[in-house]
């Protein structure tokens, strides 16, 4: 398995963007899946996005379309997502997945916190 590991989160205000990264060490980055997705408090875990391995499909939860955007470099080793127009309603934990297929993910970092306040 993949380890992953998140950064960029944080505070952010309504309108704000923020970017978050993922770097993957210790298995065949190229080969996998990745994905973006985030629990808030009482909340059960939601998909964000995904990005197929050469990037070259993407997918989005409804309610991130138009505003987050996923990417991924499989030279460093790295999937990002970008986050724009931030709502209170998208505070919570992102964690960055990697899987063998689109609806398989089996390795997970430890999560980053955004908070989006004002």
């Known amino acids: 398995q993949v380890h992953l590991v998140e950064s960029g989160g944080g505070l952010a205000q309504p309108g704000d963007s923020l970017r978050l990264s993922c770097a993957a060490s210790?298995?065949?980055?190229?080969?996998?899946?990745m994905g973006w997705f985030r629990q808030a408090p009482g909340k059960e875990r939601e998909f964000v996005a995904r990005?197929?391995?050469?990037?070259?499909?993407?997918a989005y939860g409804d309610s991130v379309k138009g505003r987050f955007t996923i990417s991924r470099d499989n030279y460093k080793n790295t999937v990002n997502l970008q986050m724009n127009l931030l709502k209170p309603e998208d505070t919570a934990v992102y964690y960055c997945?990697?899987?063998?297929?689109?609806?398989?993910?089996?390795?997970w970092g430890q999560g980053t916190q955004v908070t989006v306040s004002s």
């Open positions: 990005i197929t391995r050469g990037g070259g499909s993407t």
């Open positions: 997945a990697a899987g063998p297929s689109l609806d398989l993910y089996n390795s």
């Open positions: 210790g298995g065949t980055f190229g080969s996998y899946v």
